[in-house]
């Protein structure tokens, strides 16, 4: 009896320290969210000041016209090279899982990730009317007669000049209007004689005004096709070279290195033109003190090459669907917004200085604002109206490959050697990098 | 109140027992568990301090390799002519500066190799003002305000060395702050000593954080220091930017004293601090760890807290009922033992309870039966005395009476008065037939009154009938019984001492009922007693009165004491010149 007593008073506290000895540290597996379903359309973008504040005005866009949508828009800010690198490396291993729903990829660029992963893409067709775009941003947004791209910006090119140097050489802005480049260095070396500043700046390794001035004659690094070279030959580069050689020879340009120098360089007013993508307004604007100093006229054309225009192009990017859970809704946000929405480009120009390229955009009030730092000219709709007027090029697959060559060829263009021999090199060794 | 203090007092012994068990187990389980939480946690720090100085050796190493990437970055820029050259040639014209600028794009793409590992953007700048940048996008905003910077001044002071430090001033964009750290060296000629430039690497924070972010997680924080103690880089965002100098002070001394680790207080939490000294750098690398946040990783208090009061609440259930068992019957024992007085020694207590309780409870049995038996054993032994006492004094009576008797009935037969002489002979073998042949028992009423009448006789013929004996008996009383010779010894003495001065007088002897007392009065009319003590008549020694020495008086009361307690006796009332009356109370007795 006592003996049993003890033994249940032994069994019972033999339990409890065991069940003191085995606890367990549960831990809750609050790991590995659910997939969202397609309520969430994850945007990459690099620009939080331009693009990503362009997208998110676009969102709210979206949910002021679908108050009843769950869709949610989650932009992420990633460097633009960071982007390139992560699209190509999820491309190349053929996985689309940790990619996003929208991407925005530079129009140089555009025709590099269509060609190679046409698939990767969710083709937009049924979404985006390309003719209610400009033309010339169709051909990067496109391919194999697909759209693909839905476009953003322009990168609508123009020559911004400093009035007063050019009044103190004895010129107006109405003697600018329409030139061409041989006009353009005599006034450099006017403007240069009387106020010892220079006409304008540039980095020897960036090539952007010879790119603009061959998309000014219809003409690209490359062939229609998107992948054939087109450097020996090509009239539109030649000439263009041979503009950029003189500029550099009448001792007009203040060369600069980089971005902060390039910016630093009409800041300080050191320079007296800037022909550039209208996406520098606010740069320019950024200096306060100059304001009324500043003008906007056409792009300088080339003088002797056929079908050479006053209007160009440099930079400028699209949004792209890329074909993963969640891509109809995305289109369909993309569709309502940068497809077709006018009120929304009011907003970008006025809020974040982008100027899009949906022709309709164009008639809204915003684009008919006179801004006052340019004494009162109607910078956008200008701008609108040179867009209209860009030559359509393919911008092809090896845009940065080729310019990588022509920066060393133009070095030693400058040094001396002959412009036909510099463009068959170039031509030689493109066709041995591309293929 | 005072039922609540009596059921106190009877589970005294219980409520003892209990509270020094509900201590003892209460505080063997609080120590115990934290005992052992400390102890855990002792060994857990200990452990933990040893893996992260482990994890801080990996730190430095990340560090120290890619200081070797900048410091191998900068021997080649200050190697390199072609940079010189762009750095300090002055002013040419365009294509002669754009050829230069093209050049050092050149050289320092190459260079730039070096860290390419790294997110890092690499600046010159030229005594000549000019500079290249390999990606200005996010630092310097402006090579003006570069110039003039403290990171500048710096730099200058000490020309021989890699600084790094800590830049807020230059960075570019008006949104995220996102501070740089910059790693900057003046150019100088290494012969002559003439400088004529600077490199600067910069890096953001967010990439610097980069060495040593997989290492921190919730309460395991880093922080890197500059001498000056401003944090330079920390995973925990807020407190980048900000002069910390407690901590630059622990990690002064763990520096000096070689120290392994610290505990103490940073920023309001009690931690454990590691720290390591980045001697290419000028940095301290520190290392936070929040004891009580890691340690609520690792130790669930609440648990282990609940398993202990679930353990002390069975173990006090457990406790209370077994020694609420084991006191019950002790318990019982001692409400039942202050009773046994109450009713002769006969409450024998019950036996429950565990073994020793029935062991002590036969045992304290057993003595009542012992104690009984003895008492029984006494009370038969004082009887027995008594009567022997008794039988002593109707022994004592015997000789005196039958002298006085006999010198009486000599006088009658010296008379010649042969029928009185035979009458007081018959009176006499009466009276000695009816006390002799049955001394211990009693006699009825009427049986004493015949005994009286023949000694009544015989002290007539003695001593004359001038002393008139009257008896005065209530009907209803002659059956009762009376202890023989009881009255007797008083008329005795009311004849030979309460008429000594006077030849006459009257003895009167009633017998009555009250209630359940027999009373027997003698009074007589003589002299009365000296020595009555009128205001305290109990305490009348009546052994000690002359009136009645000789003749066993006393006994007479201590017989009747004896026999039927102290509520019955012999009381005397006397005055003197006025006679004495002496009552004796008996029980009724009807055998």
Known sequence: ?435 | MKGFLSKFKYHGLFIKMFMVTLVSIVSVALLTSLVTIQMSERLFMNTFSITNSKIISQIKANFESFNYSVVTATNNVLQNGVIKGFLTSPEMNTIGSLKSYYQANQQMERIQSNVAAYPVTMTITGINNKSYSTDSSYWPNSLYKLQNSELTMNTLVYPKRLLYQLDIENISGSFDVDPVIVASRALMERISGNQYGILYFAIRESDFKRFYASFTSGGNDVAILDRSGTVVSSNRQELIGQENHDLLRYAQEMEQQDLKYMDVNVLGKSSLVLSEYLPVYDFYLVNMIDKKEVLSEMVDFKTVALICVGIVLVALIIVFLISRRLTKSLTLLARQLPTIAENNFDNYITVTGSYEIKELGKAYNYMLDELNDYIKKLIQTQKDQRNAELSALQMQINPHFLYNTLASVKILVQQGNKEKAASTINSLISLLQNTVSNISETITVAQELVNLKNYVFINHVRYGDQIAVNYFIADDCYGYHVPKLIIQPFIENAFFHAFQERKDGHIYVLISREEQTLVCEVVDNGIGMEGYDHNNPAHTSIGTSHFFSGIGIRNVHDRINLLYGEDYGVEIVSHIGEGTRVKIRIPLQKT
């Not at chain 1, 979206?62 to 992560?86: F, G, R, T």
């Not at chain 1, 053929?94 to 990619?99: H, I, Q, R």
């Not at chain 1, 030649?238 to 120098?261: F, G, P």
């Open chain 1, 1 to 435: 009896m006592e003996l049993k007593k003890l033994l249940a008073v032994a069994l019972a506290s033999f339990v409890l320290l065991t069940a003191c000895s085995t606890k367990e540290n549960n831990v809750p597996d609050n790991g590995g969210a659910a997939a969202e379903g397609t309520k969430e359309v994850t945007v990459w973008a690099w620009d939080k000041a331009f693009n990503i504040g362009a997208m998110e005005r676009a969102s709210e866009a979206y949910k002021a016209k679908n108050p009843d949508s769950e869709l949610k828009v989650n932009i992420v800010e990633n460097a633009q090279a960071d982007i390139i690198q992560k699209l190509n490396a999820g491309l190349n291993a053929g996985t689309t899982k940790s990619l996003p729903t929208i991407v925005l990829i530079e129009d140089y660029r555009a025709q590099s990730f269509l060609q190679a992963y046409p698939d990767a893409f969710f083709d937009l067709t049924d979404f985006i009317t390309p003719g209610d775009f400009a033309d010339y941003k169709i051909g990067p947004t496109s391919f194999d007669g697909k759209q693909y791209g839905v476009p953003f910006d322009s990168g609508v090119a123009g020559l911004y000049v400093r009035t007063d140097y050019l009044e103190t050489a004895g010129y107006k802005v109405a003697d600018l209007q329409n030139i061409d480049w041989k006009k353009f260095i005599e006034i450099g070396k006017a403007v240069k004689e009387k106020t010892g500043k220079a006409m304008l700046t540039q980095d020897p390794n960036d090539l952007g005004l010879i790119r603009m001035m061959v998309q000014s004659a219809g003409s690209w690094y490359l062939k229609e096709d998107g992948t054939t070279p087109n450097l020996a030959g090509n009239a539109a580069l030649k000439e263009a070279a041979e503009t950029y050689k003189e500029l550099m020879e009448a001792d007009i340009v203040k060369a600069n290195s980089d971005w902060s120098q390039f910016v630093g360089g009409f800041n300080s007013g050191d320079v007296a033109s800037i022909p550039t993508g209208n996406w520098i307004t606010a740069s320019v604007k950024a200096e306060a003190s100059q304001s009324g100093k500043w003008a906007v006229v056409p792009f300088p054309k080339l003088s002797t090459t056929a079908g050479a225009v006053n209007a160009s192009n440099l930079g400028g990017s699209s949004w792209y669907v890329m074909n993963v859970d969640g891509k109809e809704a995305a289109a369909e946000f993309l569709k309502q917004t940068f497809g077709s929405d006018v009120d929304l480009y009011q907003k970008l120009v006025t809020e974040i200085g982008a100027i899009g390229t949906l022709k309709a955009a164009a008639a809204g009030e915003a684009y008919q604002q006179a801004d006052e730092f340019f004494g009162g000219q109607k910078i956008v709709e200008d701008f609108a109206k040179w867009t209209e007027q860009i030559p359509n090029v393919n911008y092809g697959m090896h845009t940065y490959a080729i310019e990588d060559i022509l920066v060393v060829e133009m070095q030693n263009y400058l040094s001396g050697k002959a412009i036909d021999d510099v463009l068959k090199d170039a031509q030689a060794q493109a066709e041995t990098q591309v293929k």
